[in-house]
């Protein structure tokens, strides 16, 4: 009964510690959470990007095909003068956004340079459906030179390379104002209180304004609805497996869940025989010597 005892207190210290380690270690990492949390969060003039209810965010929720398709018309025709997106093909548009005939008419508007050909030269040819997004500039320094001094970023994993993604981008777009009193800008700096890396300052200017462009389908070109299309477009294009992988994951629960039940009833029926069994403990007395 002793060694029972001592055993026991022994192993009982043994489980406060780990439980005051692992206290210990979920109050650090929570700290650590915390810090990282607010370090990305908006000061005096900087504005941290409200939650909006993005049509595409939910368990069962799909992309919307028709504003990525407007989004692309976006892309082009706005962001492509200064954005790349050298991640995606003309090839992925095809049965998300474009039919295989317009997706080859949008490559064929490039001029890609190739070979070399038999004369062992270079030479430009038509784009074609396997072909990536062009780089509107020829390499890097072209490209600060023509945007006093800043790299545009490549649009292709942008929304996800950014904190607060869909709503971050569509903030950014939509958020240009006058800078406030006492704020001294920079020569060709732009005032965004949602560019949170340059102070409020960047050197992109507003790109959208109501009716900059004109939608193949009759969508009045407003700029918030410009900059919902574009988002979406973005966001497709940085997870264009999206639909697909909720797809799955919805398959797979239709699966697992009449399994799980099975096994479930299996195990119930397995161990019905021992929860229901009686056992009796009885102490036999000694037997009397002779």
Sequence with gaps: MNRFI?????YSG?????VATSGVLGGASIGLYYVLNESVKASDLELHPPSYPWPHNGFI???????????YEVYKQVCAACHGMKFV??????????????AKAEAAE???LDGPGDDGKMFLREGKLFDHFPNPYANEETARLANNGALPPD????????????????????????????????????????????????????????????????????QSQMAKDVVTFLSWAAQPEHDQRKKMSIDA??????LTLMVWYWKRHMWSQVKTRKILFRQEKPQKKS
């Design 6 to 10: 001592k055993h026991t207190s022994r």
């Design 89 to 102: 093909a003309y090839r992925e548009l095809v049965g998300v956004s474009h039919t295989e005939a317009e």
């Design 253 to 258: 629960l239709l699966i697992l869940l009449p």
């Design 110 to 112: 490039i001029q890609v």
């Design 155 to 222: 649009l292709s994993l942008i929304v996800l390379a950014r904190h607060g993604n869909e709503d971050y981008i569509f903030s950014l777009l939509t958020g240009y104002c006058d800078a406030p009193a006492g704020v001294q800008m920079s020569d060709g700096m732009h005032f965004n209180p949602y560019f949170a890396s340059g102070g409020g300052q960047t050197a992109m200017a507003q790109a959208l304004y109501n009716e900059a462009i004109e939608y193949s389908d009759g969508t009045p070109a407003t």
């Design 61 to 71: 929720k799909s992309l919307d095909h028709s504003a990525i398709r407007r989004g």
């Design 14 to 18: 043994i489980l406060s510690k780990l």
